[in-house]
């Protein structure tokens, strides 16, 4: 230590002219100011402040790259260093004083030019450089610090007039490309927190081979400037390399986490089938969510990723969509994989990436739409567009869409205007392609929202005031009614139609037929009842909270009998992947009766209820 400080005064007295320069460059400020020309604009105050601070980061930043490829690299190459090492002092001494020395120049010079003018203009200088002086301190000197060290490599490399410098290029370039390639994933999957703490880590790593790297270079290299160069090299490349190795490793750990390591779950479950897609909060992961593919039977499941634009599965459950957004060139890039596969097959397809798409059943066709109406439809096996059409320009937004049949789409747009709106029906025929109206239905309401049967045949459109039960392709109006209080609605596979309202404490279900009249009133204990559905076997279901117990606790799920109104059935929990009764996005408006869920979700977990025992399983997460 003694003998560090002992270097360092002589470096500092050896180098005292930098002090006088600082202070010149100190009073030059003053003497700019005292210009008319230059302080006629901004007065005297700012061009003090500004020129002051400019000064004292361009001059910190020179000084520090010249004592980094001087302090050691001169004194190599001029043979210099032999008088310290005929002297009993090691080589860490010698390196560290040098750094010493650097230091106290960096900042000396730093105050010498900044506080003259932070003193006599106060205020300007919290005008143009903020209130925060030490930040701006620590910054600047930081910065110039690296710098420093940067130079010192550079400079040692480049006096050495050795060819291995090509190495170190080489060195250079695949430990850049090391970082990219494992900052690059979390950036994409939006883990941003996780990327910033891997950057400092890997800078922290940087920084002990540069700072490290002057004493092995002394140590190793003595006075022979080839093999100060590789003692050098080793040091700093060797010191990198194992920070880049760690920082893989970290980054590989991350990506190999496994559905068990989710400490929260978010889930969306396929229509029909046992297959979810989940995501939530990883273990030790940070910021980073993992996606899956997940069989709530088996347990298998497939990585997936969750930062892709939009993911659905097929209407016959045994595959997905993914459309994988590029900001680059704002398009949309289509792929497509078997549900228990973890492989994705790109379609060649891509889209704009200002659509929105739908896919035919078994997803050999996708039909797409984007915001100025233009309307695709590609074949997925030949890997290109059948048909494209433009809908009307008063057509409005698409609310909804989907295939018909392979060759048939049928697209639901609703117009801008307001207060008046129109819901237009179009059909488009793949083979004929063409693009016709079928329909429209024009009602004074601020929105029209849109659900359909299972075949499509029958629709509700509704409106403020009104649901209008609707023909699928000609909205030919079957029924009006009323659409005050309502909190669910469901079409029947009979024609009727049930819809709840709430009624004091607990919810009225109208059971209505094909003209709208009520057939019976179901008077249920439940509040707070929000969508409805039929299951396959008749009975209606909903989500809500029962009467007489707290409004803060959680919602149910509730089984009901459509002839009595009884409560069949009371799960402490919502099923996964649940969506409103109304479409308002360009998706498939289609509502199959749905069979009795067997995947929930309450409190970031994924349950499976056991109808024999009426008790919840959970499977995810673990522990």
């Given amino acids: ?120 203009v106060a205020g300007a200088w919290r005008h143009s450089w903020g209130t925060n002086v030490p930040l701006l301190a620590v910054t600047v000197i930081g910065a110039s610090l690296a710098f420093f060290f940067v130079a010192h490599v550079i400079g040692s490399f480049v006096r050495s007039r050795s060819a291995w410098i090509g190495l170190d290029f080489v060195a250079l370039c695949l430990a850049g490309l090391a970082v990219f390639a494992m900052l690059r994933p979390l950036f994409e999957a939006g883990a941003l927190g996780a990327m910033k703490a891997l950057a400092i880590a890997i800078g922290c790593g940087v920084a002990v081979a540069l700072i490290g790297s002057g004493a092995w270079q002394l140590e190793r290299g003595r006075t022979d400037r080839r093999r100060s160069h590789a003692a050098l090299s080793q040091f700093v490349w060797i010191v990198i390399g194992v920070t880049v190795a760690l920082a893989g490793a970290f980054v590989a750990w991350m990506f190999a986490a496994k559905p068990g390591d989710l400490k929260t779950v978010e889930a969306e479950a396929q229509i029909r089938g046992p297959w979810v897609l989940l995501t939530g909060d990883a273990r030790g992961r940070m910021d980073y969510h993992p996606g899956f593919v997940y069989n709530s039977e088996t347990g298998a499941y497939t990585r997936f990723p969750t930062r892709m634009g939009r993911a659905m599965f097929t209407r016959d459950g045994n595959s997905m969509l993914v459309g994988r957004y590029d900001k680059r060139s704002n398009t949309i890039e289509m792929f497509r994989r078997l549900v228990a596969a973890d492989v994705e097959e790109s379609t060649g397809l891509t889209i704009s990436g200002n659509s929105d798409f739908n896919a035919s059943d078994d997803g050999s066709r996708i039909v797409s739409v984007d915001n100025k109406g233009i309307v695709t439809v590609y074949d997925v096996p030949q890997k290109r567009s059948m048909v494209s059409a433009r ?15 392979p060759e048939l789409v049928r697209l639901y747009a609703v117009t801008r205007s307001s207060p008046v709106k129109t819901l237009r029906i179009f059909d488009l025929d793949v083979a004929g392609k063409a693009l016709r109206q079928t329909g429209e239905i024009t009602r004074p309401t601020k929105y029209f929202g849109i659900i359909a049967s299972e075949d499509g045949r029958r629709m509700i459109a509704r409106a403020v005031d009104a649901l209008y039960v609707i023909d699928g392709s000609t909205a030919a109006v079957q029924a009006t009614i009323p659409a005050a209080g309502i909190r669910g609605t469901a079409l029947l596979r009979d024609g009727g139609v049930a819809v709840a309202r709430p009624d004091g404490n607990q919810t009225t279900i109208e059971i209505r037929d094909a003209a709208g009249t009520i057939a019976r009133s179901l008077a249920v204990p439940i509040r707070n009842t929000w969508s409805l559905r039929e299951l ?35 799960i402490p929990a919502a099923p996964t992947g649940w969506q409103g009764d109304f479409g308002w996005a360009p998706f498939d408006p289609r509502r199959r009766p749905e069979e009795l869920p067997k995947l929930f979700s309450e409190g970031k977990k994924l349950l499976r209820w056991d109808y024999a025992t009426n008790k919840a399983e959970v499977l995810l997460p673990k522990g």
């Fill in 391 to 405: 809908l009307p320009e008063d057509a409005g937004y698409v609310s909804g869409m989907y295939f018909v049949t």
């Fill in 536 to 570: 396959s076997d008749g009975r209606l279901m909903t989500l809500g909270q029962m009467a007489g117990r707290p409004e803060s606790g959680a919602w149910h799920t509730y089984v009901i009998d459509p002839s009595s109104g009884a409560i069949a059935l009371d």
């Fill in 1 to 120: 230590m003694r003998h560090a400080l002992v270097i360092a005064r002589r470096e500092l007295e050896e180098k005292r002219f930098v002090a006088l320069a600082a202070a010149a460059f100190a009073v030059l400020p003053f003497l700019l100011a005292a210009i008319p020309v230059i302080r006629s604009r901004s007065g005297p105050g700012d061009v003090i402040a500004i020129g002051a601070g400019l000064l004292a980061i361009g001059f910190t930043a020179g000084l520090a790259l010249v004592l980094g490829v001087s302090t050691v690299g001169r004194d190599l190459s001029e043979g210099r260093l032999s008088f310290y090492f005929s002297r009993p002092v090691g080589a860490a001494s010698i390196w560290f004083g040098k750094v010493a020395a650097a230091v106290a120049l960096i900042a000396g010079v730093f105050a010498i030019i900044t506080l003259p003018a932070r003193i006599a």
